[in-house]
């Protein structure tokens, strides 16, 4: 069981280590990465730079406003104290949305890897819902009994995902690739394109989870200057680090012949390689270490939204019920039920339908919820320099206010190109994209109607909204002490 470090035990190196293995590199690379340079051509690596670059201008203002906002809920509660209690409302059950959909669509890549897995080590050839039900269960048992990926557990798979990936690219630039070395990916006829723009949504999906070094501010040494290094250590090192492995497997294949390839199956495209340039052994041992990549993923996100669950029920736009702690194991049991339960019947739906895991599970689901991401990330923008607007500060205009607007506008722009992208980003029909890109307005009006409700039926509880940790551990204690007795 993984335990809380001691107040004041972590550096900022701590911090992004853990945070970039939550990431988990390889699922990302072997996982994702094929299909955003199916859908952006070989300009790919350049969608995971200008995504980082936009990341880090937003975390200045970000982990600025960091250090005045303790509340547990996150981007709900910066959008909160920035822009008022109806937008508050909006964004807390916009990031419901959005991160569920992210982790619901990842038991579809589950299902693909653990499928082509176990039949290529074991040739055991079952569907891939079995796999992903299992994940289910799996996320949900370990969720429930509070089980985690220790840290030193989390460390060795992230190293060992890392070196795995490294070990492919050094093997692809010392045979000099397919037909020599070129970095035609970064030049810019292949970066300014309309394939390029739609994968931005590829690209910040990558990153999605590096704003939870917030949560370490607890246990940082020196929370002020910790967690703006470790933000900027993580998205740093993420975006540099996708972006040149993309580029390696683009030069295994060649530029000319890359997206060929990626389209006759994506979900392998970087197993092929590793079989070419490096031999079996390590194919193998990569499909393994896939399957704990996605878990770990699965499972991060799993207990991530299970607490904000907690954080936003605790604040009463929720049933009371969700915010319940196991007696035992401390665990948000019934948040985890309720997640797991509307996992399952996600996937249930995509096997009835008889639905691709990779191309229609994992890019349909996810595709709502890059989008409602990075329109969150837009508000708490905003966010940032009317709360500094308001509140007594010694902080300087670049942080609160030029670094917010410069990112705002970064992400408003990649949003832009997404939206009016989604056919190349989705490869699905026209029905289809109008479904996914209504979700989010859909998200949007049940937020301003839930706040609408709270304000007329639950004054009490609207007023409190975005109240600081001692009210929501109050009303978490309140409610677990009802219902152990």
């Given at each position: 069981?993984e335990?809380?470090?001691?107040?004041g035990?972590?550096?900022?190196?701590?911090?992004?280590?853990?945070?970039?293995?939550?990431?988990?590199?390889?699922?990302?690379?072997?996982g994702?990465?094929?299909?955003?340079?199916?859908?952006?051509?070989?300009?790919?690596?350049?969608?995971?730079?200008?995504?980082?670059?936009?990341?880090?201008?937003?975390?200045?203002?970000?982990?600025?406003?960091?250090?005045?906002?303790?509340?547990?809920?996150a981007?709900?509660a910066?959008?909160?104290?920035?822009?008022g209690?109806?937008?508050?409302?909006?964004?807390?059950?916009?990031?419901?949305?959005?991160?569920?959909?992210?982790?619901i669509?990842?038991?579809?890549l589950?299902g693909?890897?653990?499928?082509?897995?176990?039949e290529?080590?074991?040739?055991?050839?079952l569907?891939?819902?079995?796999?992903?039900f299992?994940g289910?269960?799996?996320?949900?048992?370990?969720?429930?009994?509070?089980?985690?990926f220790?840290?030193k557990?989390?460390?060795a798979?992230?190293?060992?995902?890392?070196?795995?990936?490294?070990?492919?690219?050094?093997?692809?630039?010392?045979?000099?690739?397919?037909?020599?070395?070129?970095?035609?990916?970064?030049?810019?006829?292949?970066?300014?394109?309309?394939?390029?723009?739609?994968?931005?949504?590829?690209?910040?999906?990558?990153f999605?989870g590096?704003?939870?070094?917030?949560?370490y501010?607890g246990?940082a040494?020196?929370?002020?200057r910790?967690?703006?290094?470790?933000?900027?250590?993580?998205?740093?090192?993420?975006?540099?680090?996708?972006?040149?492995?993309?580029?390696?497997?683009?030069?295994?294949?060649g530029?000319?012949?890359?997206?060929?390839?990626?389209?006759?199956?994506?979900?392998d495209l970087?197993f092929?390689?590793?079989?070419?340039?490096v031999?079996?052994?390590?194919?193998?041992?990569?499909h393994?270490l896939?399957?704990?990549?996605?878990?770990?993923?699965?499972?991060?996100?799993?207990?991530?939204?299970?607490r904000?669950?907690?954080?936003?029920?605790a604040?009463?736009?929720?049933?009371?019920?969700?915010?319940?702690?196991h007696?035992?194991?401390?665990?948000?049991?019934?948040?985890?039920g309720?997640?797991?339960?509307l996992?399952?019947?996600?996937?249930?739906?995509?096997?009835?339908?008889?639905?691709?895991?990779y191309?229609?599970?994992?890019?349909?689901?996810?595709?709502?919820?890059?989008?409602?991401?990075?329109?969150?990330?837009?508000?708490?923008?905003?966010?940032?320099p009317?709360?500094?607007r308001k509140?007594?500060?010694t902080?300087?205009?670049?942080?609160?206010?030029?670094?917010?607007?410069?990112?705002a506008?970064?992400?408003?722009t990649?949003?832009?190109?997404?939206?009016?992208?989604?056919?190349?980003?989705s490869?699905?029909?026209?029905d289809?994209?109008?479904?996914?890109?209504?979700t989010?307005p859909?998200v949007?009006?049940?937020?301003?109607?839930?706040?609408?409700?709270?304000?007329?039926k639950?004054?009490?509880a609207?007023?409190a909204?975005?109240?600081?940790?001692d009210?929501?551990?109050?009303?978490?204690?309140?409610?677990?002490?009802l219902?152990n007795s």
């Open positions: 069981m335990t809380k470090p001691p107040r035990s972590l550096g900022a190196g701590d911090i992004a280590f853990f945070v970039i293995s939550a990431a988990a590199p390889l699922m990302i690379i072997a994702i990465a094929p299909y955003a340079i199916l859908v952006g051509g070989i300009g790919a690596p350049s969608a995971y730079l200008i995504a980082g670059v936009i990341l880090t201008v937003f975390a200045v203002g970000f982990t600025t406003m960091s250090r005045y906002v303790r509340n547990g809920g981007f709900y910066y959008v909160t104290k920035g822009l209690r109806p937008a508050g409302v909006v964004a807390a059950v916009l990031a419901l949305g959005s991160y569920n959909a992210l982790q669509g990842m038991y579809g589950l693909s890897a653990a499928q082509a897995t176990f290529s080590l074991f040739h055991v050839d569907p891939w819902t079995v796999y992903a299992a289910v269960v799996i996320v949900w048992y370990a969720g429930y009994r509070s089980i985690e220790g840290a557990l989390l460390g798979l992230m190293i060992a995902e890392t070196g795995i990936l490294v070990v492919l690219a050094v093997a692809i630039l010392v045979k000099g690739g397919a037909h020599g070395l070129d970095l035609q990916s970064y030049a810019p006829s292949h970066v300014f394109t309309g394939g390029t723009s739609a994968l931005l949504a590829i690209a910040f999906a990558a999605m590096f704003e939870s070094t917030v949560i501010r246990e040494r020196d929370p002020k910790t967690i703006p290094r470790a933000t900027y250590i993580a998205v740093g090192f993420l975006g540099i680090f996708y972006s040149f492995i993309s580029w390696a497997v683009i030069q295994g294949f530029s000319a012949d890359v997206v060929a390839q990626a389209a006759k199956d994506p979900a970087v092929t390689e590793m079989d070419r340039y031999g079996g052994w390590a194919t193998d041992l990569m393994l896939i399957i704990t990549s996605v878990l770990a993923g699965l499972l991060a996100f799993h207990n991530a939204i299970n904000y669950t907690v954080a936003v029920a604040e009463g736009m929720l049933p009371k019920r969700l915010v319940s702690l007696p035992k194991t401390g665990s948000p049991y019934v948040a985890g309720f997640q797991t339960v996992a399952a019947l996600v996937v249930a739906g995509f096997a009835i339908g008889g639905l691709d895991p191309l229609n599970l994992l890019i349909w689901v996810n595709t709502p919820g890059v989008i409602g991401l990075v329109l969150l990330q837009v508000m708490v923008s905003i966010a940032v009317t709360f500094f509140t007594p500060h902080e300087g205009p670049l942080r609160t206010i030029v670094a917010p607007v410069l990112a506008i970064g992400m408003i990649a949003l832009y190109l997404t939206i009016t992208k989604i056919a190349a980003l490869g699905a029909s026209d289809v994209n109008h479904v996914l890109l209504a989010v859909i949007i009006v049940i937020g301003l109607v839930l706040a609408w409700w709270l304000k007329a639950r004054p009490e609207y007023a909204l975005g109240a600081e940790p009210v929501l551990e109050q009303a978490t204690q309140e409610e677990n002490d219902v």
